[in-house]
C-alpha cells in the first residue's frame, strides 16, 4: 500500500489509501512479530596508501600546519574497525559524545553518567587545556543523564505546594532541565563569541550541539508538564482524548527536526519513539470512544509495534547483581515506569477495544479461540459480565451505541470509505454494539430507548445508575453511562431493589474502567490507579 511519509516528530501513524477489504482483525489480539533485520551494508573499500618512504628526503622542505585540534585518537570502549572497514581514528571527543549518546538512546542513563563522568576527570588530568568548553560540556551531559532517568521515573507527578503548579518547587524536574538549559546557552554563547575569531572546530561543534540540546531540554520540559496534565485528568469523569491528541501534536509540530545533528540521532529516535507510541494511545482511545473499527485497530497496532522494539532495548542490555555472600548474576535491565505505564495502557485499550467490537472480531475465529484470547485481555470485560450474568441470574447486559447524528455510522466492522448506506432511523439509532448472553432482546428495546430519553440528564452526568421498574412487563432495568455515546443496560426478568449494592457496585466498577480516568492516576508510581 502507498504510505506517505509523517513529519518528524509527528503523529507516525502511516497514511493509507482506502482499502478495499479489511487486515485480519483477530491478529491484534495474539500478535506475531517478527521484526525485519537491517540489511546490511558492503564497506566500501578503501584505495591502498603510497608508500611514503621515496618521500622522506623532501618533507623537511615542506611547511608542515599546526597539529589538528582535538588530538586523533580512539576512544575507550570504541569498537575496533572490521575488516575492510576504513581504519582511521575518531576524534576522541567525537567518540566520547557518539557513545555517551548511544547509551542515553537505550535508556542506559546510569551507563551513560558513568561513562561521561569517567571521561570528564580524565579531561581534568590532561591539562587546563582541556578544561574550557569540553569540560562544561561533559558536566552538562552527566546532569542530562541524570534528568532524563528522573523524568522516565515519572516520580515529579503531583508534586504540588497549595496551588501552585509542580514547576514551582525546588526539587521538581523543571529546576533540573531549567539548570541544565542555562548550561547549554552558556555554552552557545561562548561558542558564538569565539566565532568571530579564530574558533577552532571543536569550539563550533559542541556550540551547535549545546543549541540543539537546549531546544531538546525545552521540548522535554513541555512534554513532563503534559504528563502532569494527564494525571490531573484521573479525577475527571470524561478524559477528551482528541483535545489531548492535539495539545501534544502542537508540542511535537514545534520542535520538529530542532536537535536533528547525526551525533543526537539516538536522543532523536528515543524521543520519537516515545511520542509515537503516546500520541497512538491517545489516538486509539479516541476513535475507539467513537466506534470507529479500522482507526482504532491501526493506532493499537503501531503502538504495540513500537512498544515491542521499545522493550527489545532492555531485554538486550544486561545488569550484574552482586549478592551479599558473593557471585553475582546478570538479568535484563528493569524498564523504567514510563515504559511500563504506557504499556498498561496499551494492554487497557486492547481490552475495551475487544469488547467494542467483539462482534466484529468474533467473525474472524471460532467461539473457543474467541473466549481464550479475550480471557487474556486486562480487564475481561466479557468474562466478568458473563460471571454477572450468571451469579445474579440476569436476562441481558447490553452496551448500547447512540448513533444519532454520526454520518459515518455504518455497522459493526470494517466497512469500505466510499460504500454507501442509509442513515439508520428509529430503533436502529440504539444498535446493542455488545449483548450477553445472546442477542439484544428486541421485545425490552422500546422500553430501554424510552428509559433512556426519558433520564437523559442523570445518565449525561456518567456517574449515576439508574434504575427502573416496569409492571407491565415485570422486569427490572438498570442503566448507567461511561461515555457519551454509550450506555449499559442491565435487564431483570422479577422486580430488584434499586439499592442492591451487587448490581450497584458492578455497574460502577465496570463503567469506571471502560472511561479509562482511573489508569491515568496510575502514571505516578507507587499510586493504585
Not at 206 to 211: C, I, K, P, R
Not at 332 to 351: D, G, M, V
Request: with cysteine; charged share 20%.
Amino acid at each position: 500500500l502507498p504510505r506517505l511519509s509523517p513529519p518528524p516528530f509527528g503523529p507516525s501513524t502511516p497514511c493509507l489509501l482506502p482499502l478495499p477489504f479489511p487486515p485480519p482483525p483477530i491478529a491484534l489480539l495474539c500478535p506475531l512479530l517478527h521484526p525485519c533485520p537491517s540489511p546490511s551494508l558492503s564497506p566500501v573499500p578503501t584505495p591502498p596508501l603510497r608508500p611514503l618512504t621515496p618521500l622522506l628526503p623532501h618533507l623537511s622542505a615542506i611547511p608542515l600546519p599546526a597539529p589538528p585540534l582535538p588530538p586523533l585518537r580512539r576512544a575507550v570502549g570504541m569498537s575496533e574497525p572490521g575488516p575492510g572497514e576504513p581504519g582511521e581514528p575518531v576524534p576522541l571527543e567525537q567518540a566520547v559524545l557518539e557513545t555517551f549518546f548511544s547509551q542515553l538512546g537505550v535508556f542506559s542513563h546510569d551507563r551513560a553518567k558513568d561513562y561521561v563522568e569517567r571521561e570528564r576527570e580524565g579531561s581534568r588530568a590532561a591539562g587546563p587545556a582541556w578544561a574550557s568548553g569540553w569540560a562544561a560540556l561533559l558536566a552538562a551531559l552527566g546532569h542530562l543523564a541524570a534528568a532524563e532517568k528522573a523524568y522516565h521515573g515519572m516520580g515529579f507527578l503531583g508534586q504540588k505546594l497549595g496551588g501552585q503548579s509542580f514547576f514551582s518547587r525546588k526539587d521538581s524536574i523543571r529546576t533540573i532541565y531549567t539548570s541544565l538549559q542555562n548550561e547549554l546557552r552558556k555554552l552557545v554563547t561562548a561558542g558564538r563569541s569565539g566565532a568571530a575569531g579564530n574558533s577552532s572546530h571543536l569550539e563550533e561543534l559542541l556550540s551547535h550541539l549545546s543549541e540543539q540540546l537546549s531546544d531538546f531540554v525545552q521540548a522535554r520540559m513541555e512534554i513532563a508538564e503534559f504528563y502532569e496534565k494527564m494525571y490531573s485528568l484521573s479525577s475527571q469523569k470524561s478524559i477528551q482524548s482528541v483535545e489531548l491528541v492535539h495539545s501534544l501534536e502542537c508540542i511535537l509540530q514545534k520542535y520538529s527536526s530542532r536537535f536533528h545533528h547525526p551525533i543526537l540521532s539516538p536522543l532523536e529516535s528515543s524521543f520519537q519513539l516515545e511520542a509515537d507510541v503516546l500520541t497512538q494511545l491517545l489516538k486509539a482511545q479516541a476513535v475507539i470512544s467513537e466506534w470507529r473499527f479500522l482507526p482504532s485497530l491501526l493506532n493499537l497496532h503501531g503502538a504495540h509495534s513500537k512498544l515491542h522494539i521499545w522493550g527489545q532495548m532492555f531485554e538486550k542490555q544486561r545488569e550484574t547483581r552482586k549478592h551479599l555472600f558473593g557471585g553475582q548474576t546478570q538479568k535484563a535491565l528493569q524498564p523504567p515506569h514510563l515504559f511500563q505505564w504506557l504499556t498498561r495502557l496499551k494492554n487497557a485499550l486492547l481490552a475495551k477495544f475487544s469488547f467494542y467490537f467483539h462482534e466484529a472480531l468474533s467473525r474472524q475465529t471460532g467461539p473457543s479461540e474467541m473466549k481464550a484470547l479475550t480471557t487474556k485481555t486486562n480487564p475481561d470485560y466479557c468474562g466478568k459480565i458473563s460471571s454477572f450474568i450468571r451469579k445474579y441470574d440476569a436476562q441481558n447486559v447490553s452496551l448500547i451505541f447512540d448513533n444519532r447524528g454520526s454520518e459515518t455510522f455504518q455497522g459493526h466492522g470494517y466497512h469500505h470509505p466510499h460504500s454507501y448506506r442509509e442513515a439508520p432511523k428509529g430503533v436502529d439509532q440504539y444498535p446493542a454494539v455488545v449483548s450477553l448472553p445472546s442477542e439484544r432482546p428486541l421485545i425490552h428495546w422500546p422500553d430501554v430507548i424510552m428509559i433512556m430519553s426519558d433520564r437523559t440528564a442523570e445518565l449525561n452526568t456518567l456517574d449515576k445508575v439508574v434504575h427502573f421498574y416496569d409492571d407491565k412487563v415485570q422486569c427490572t432495568y438498570f442503566l448507567t453511562r461511561p461515555e457519551p455515546q454509550f450506555t449499559i443496560v442491565v435487564i431483570f426478568d422479577s422486580r430488584k431493589s434499586e439499592k442492591d449494592s451487587h448490581f450497584l457496585s458492578f455497574l460502577n466498577e465496570l463503567s469506571t474502567s471502560l472511561k479509562n480516568s482511573k489508569h491515568f492516576a496510575s502514571l505516578k508510581p507507587g499510586s493504585k490507579g
